[in-house]
């Protein structure tokens, strides 16, 4: 490994320590640094130019365990520079399948004059969120609460999902679940003026010392 790569791996070591610090919770839950979030954050924070809102808690416990031994996959279905959608699941390729098919996190900044449709529900910090139910007929479809925070159509749906535990989980979005995009945005700056103010001094040095070389 040459020099200036070693250099730039230990300077993104220092990245990642920094957005560790930046997002560590006050308390144990307060950030969305569950596990199932981490696979998925960075090509969001990458790709989408909204702002990220991810739940610490979804419909049914299944981040804390409460989907028993199924694990649970998140997996982005779409992403833009306006929106992104990721559906949670029982298999990591699930696209939808019933069988496997949990429910969906979504955020979308919609044009003027769209609105949420469903019944009103007051939700966390004076939000009012819409509740739709789930329909069933041989399965049962996805419940969805959305809410607008920011400019930005915030969803969770819950396959046969209850209005209290979409509540709940939208709660936590709302007052745990804002990804910090700012420190990875700072950090990689640092790390290219550290590595730009390097390449400087080091010019610097191959100069001086030329400079002696022809004065002796």
């Given at each position: 490994m040459t020099g200036r790569r070693l250099r730039w791996f230990k300077c993104m070591a220092s990245v990642v320590a920094l957005i560790a610090i930046y997002q560590a919770p006050a308390v144990p839950s307060?950030?969305?640094?569950?596990?199932i979030w981490q696979s998925v954050i960075p090509r969001l924070v990458r790709t989408t130019r909204i702002s990220i809102v991810l739940p610490t808690y979804l419909p049914?416990?299944?981040?804390?365990?409460?989907?028993?031994?199924?694990r649970v996959y998140a997996?982005?279905?779409?992403?833009?520079?306006?929106?992104y959608e990721i559906e949670l699941a029982a298999t990591p390729n699930c696209h939808g399948v019933h069988a496997c098919h949990f429910g969906t996190?979504?955020?979308?900044?919609?044009?003027?004059?769209?609105?949420l449709r469903g019944r009103p529900v007051s939700l966390?910090?004076?939000q009012l969120g819409y509740f739709l139910g789930a329909t069933c007929g041989a399965n049962c479809g996805d419940a969805i609460l959305g809410w607008n925070q920011?400019?930005?159509d915030y969803t969770i749906t819950s396959k046969a999902g209850s209005l209290t535990e979409l509540v709940r989980s939208?709660?936590?979005?709302?007052?745990?679940?804002t990804v910090r995009r700012h420190?990875?945005?700072?950090?990689?700056?640092?790390?290219?003026?550290?590595?730009?103010?390097?390449?400087?001094?080091?010019?610097?040095?191959?100069?001086?010392?030329?400079?002696?070389?022809?004065?002796?």
């Amino acid at each position: 490994m040459t020099g200036r790569r070693l250099r730039w791996f230990k300077c993104m070591a220092s990245v990642v320590a920094l957005i560790a610090i930046y997002q560590a919770p006050a308390v144990p839950s307060s950030r969305p640094t569950k596990p199932i979030w981490q696979s998925v954050i960075p090509r969001l924070v990458r790709t989408t130019r909204i702002s990220i809102v991810l739940p610490t808690y979804l419909p049914g416990g299944l981040l804390d365990g409460g989907g028993g031994s199924t694990r649970v996959y998140a997996a982005i279905q779409e992403v833009t520079a306006s929106r992104y959608e990721i559906e949670l699941a029982a298999t990591p390729n699930c696209h939808g399948v019933h069988a496997c098919h949990f429910g969906t996190v979504a955020g979308i900044r919609c044009p003027e004059g769209t609105r949420l449709r469903g019944r009103p529900v007051s939700l966390a910090r004076g939000q009012l969120g819409y509740f739709l139910g789930a329909t069933c007929g041989a399965n049962c479809g996805d419940a969805i609460l959305g809410w607008n925070q920011r400019g930005v159509d915030y969803t969770i749906t819950s396959k046969a999902g209850s209005l209290t535990e979409l509540v709940r989980s939208a709660n936590s979005a709302i007052v745990n679940g804002t990804v910090r995009r700012h420190a990875l945005v700072l950090s990689r700056h640092l790390c290219h003026s550290t590595l730009k103010v390097q390449r400087i001094s080091r010019a610097r040095s191959r100069h001086h010392g030329s400079a002696k070389a022809i004065v002796s």
